[in-house]
């Protein structure tokens, strides 16, 4: 999955995207200023920035609604485990 922040908005709008349970993420975010990427649900944080874009891989292992944000309050989308 794949997102951009440009101007504090996210592209594509936020979305809710479905995931296998035990199933590999992957989560790049572009920004055009410095942001903290939050996954919840699963406590795992990092930073994107202008021309280093934040890339983050995991293992689905919870199942659940876990919102993914530019911090502090932009959603980018929603991982939908089950």
Known sequence: MTATVVEGRADPSPHRVA????GV???QVAADRVLQVHIHGYDLE???APGTPGCVS????????FD???HPDILLL???VR
């Open 68 to 70: 993914v944000e530019a």
């Open 58 to 65: 995991f293992t689905a292992d919870r199942a659940g609604l």
């Open 78 to 80: 929603q991982l939908q």
């Open 19 to 22: 995931v296998a349970l035990h």
């Open 46 to 48: 990092y930073d994107a």
């Open 25 to 27: 993420v992957q989560v």
